[in-house]
């Protein structure tokens, strides 16, 4: 069973950054999907960015200008770099790679922003 391994959260001031990672246990074939989740306590998970197929990256709208996301094909690997953080973006952050009707899931990593 392939497994999604994430890196990267912790604790920041707002105005910081922080990049997270995400790659494969295993080797993965036929993506149309990969990008980062999050979910705060008390809200539903929502989309964070995402590259679907055809090289469109969807960011929400909350982190636009802010997020950028990423990705090294050759390691099979998503980033995502997170820049002037809000405490807004505290939230636990899920690693998602989509292959054909399979979507794959990180454990999460904790993302704290401070005021």
């Known amino acids: 069973q392939v497994q999604l391994v994430e890196s990267g959260g912790g604790l920041v001031q707002a105005g910081g950054s922080l990049r997270l990672s995400c790659a494969p246990s295993g080797s993965i074939f036929g993506f149309n999907a990969m990008g980062w989740y999050r979910q705060a306590p008390g809200k539903q998970r929502e989309l964070v960015a995402m590259?679907?197929?055809?090289?469109?990256?969807n960011y929400a709208d909350a982190v636009k200008g802010r997020f950028t996301l990423s990705r090294d094909n050759a390691k099979n690997t998503v980033y995502l770099q997170m820049s002037s953080l809000k405490p807004e973006d505290t939230a636990v952050y899920y690693c998602?790679?989509?292959?054909?009707?399979?979507?794959?899931w990180g454990q999460g990593t904790q993302v704290t922003v401070s005021s």
């Open positions: 998602t790679i989509g292959a054909g009707p399979t979507m794959y």
């Open positions: 590259f679907t197929s055809g090289d469109i990256t």
